[in-house]
T-cell receptor, first 117, second 115 residues
Framework: EAEVAQSPRYKITEKSQAVAFWCDPI?????LYWYRQILGQGPELLVQ????????DSQLPKDRFSAERLKGVDSTLKIQPAELGDSAMYLC???????????????FGEGSRLTVL | AQSVTQLGSHVSVSEGALVLLRCNYS??????LFWYVQYPNQGLQLLLK??????LVKGINGFEAEFKKSETSFHLTKPSAHMSDAAEYFC?????????????FGTGTRLTIIP
């Protein structure tokens, strides 16, 4: 069964350091999402890609966060510098996106748990 | 803007009892609605989805949900709780437009099963 791959699963860093998360979506999925989930809350969208283009990054803190999907396949989310409040689970998801077969379902990876000390 | 409200951040039921998790949505157009389940330190797994076919939707693990437009609700139920159902459950809404499957999630309901 096709899955969304994410790495690393767990990351501990000190504040002011740089961190990066990687996501490989399900093959053929044009749309890729990065969500942030703070402990005890629902996931919140950070950025949405359609192929290699950013569709929505209105909630991405652009002073410290960046995301790219250069070839329209895998994606990297970077935080520099990390702050204590960035401690959260970072979830990647993908969907068919823009296809007549799409029913709105997102497929999620297992997430990357970030702890900032 | 679309949103969902989940009533009750924590729900406890006895093993074998009915599970009822509540979700109300707000949308100017008929939306897609979803229930996802999340186990500790895991990603989200789709339980079921409503995309304008039957209003009673059956999902995995014996869960089902009914779309009620008059009540703007999409409550999740399971007739008999099992210990393995203990998890966090999220209701989510998505606009009914091709190429825009952006999900907006509720705050979640943690389900505890009492032996």
């Amino acid at each position: 069964e096709a899955e969304v791959a994410q790495s690393p699963r767990y990351k501990i860093t000190e504040k002011s350091q740089a961190v990066a998360f990687w996501c490989d979506p399900i093959s053929g999925h044009a749309t890729l999402y990065w969500y942030r989930q703070i402990l005890g809350q629902g996931p919140e969208l950070l950025v949405q890609f359609q192929d290699e283009s950013v569709v929505d990054d209105s909630q991405l803190p652009k002073d410290r966060f960046s995301a790219e999907r250069l070839k329209g396949v895998d994606s990297t989310l970077k935080i520099q510098p990390a702050e204590l409040g960035d401690s959260a689970m970072y979830l990647c998801a993908s969907s068919l996106g823009g296809s007549g077969m799409s029913t709105g379902e997102l497929f999620f990876g297992e997430g990357s748990r970030l702890t900032v000390l | 803007a679309q949103s969902v409200t989940q009533l009750g951040s924590h729900v406890s039921v006895s093993e074998g009892a009915l599970v009822l998790l509540r979700c109300n949505y707000s949308s100017s157009v008929p939306p897609y609605l979803f229930w996802y389940v999340q186990y500790p330190n895991q990603g989200l797994q789709l339980l079921l989805k409503y995309t304008s076919a039957a209003t009673l939707v059956k999902g995995i693990n014996g869960f089902e949900a009914e779309f009620k437009k008059s009540e703007t609700s999409f409550h999740l139920t399971k007739p008999s709780a099992h210990m393995s159902d203990a998890a966090e459950y999220f209701c989510a809404v998505s606009p009914r437009r091709w190429g825009n499957e952006k999900l907006t999630f509720g705050t979640g309901t943690r389900l505890t099963i009492i032996p």
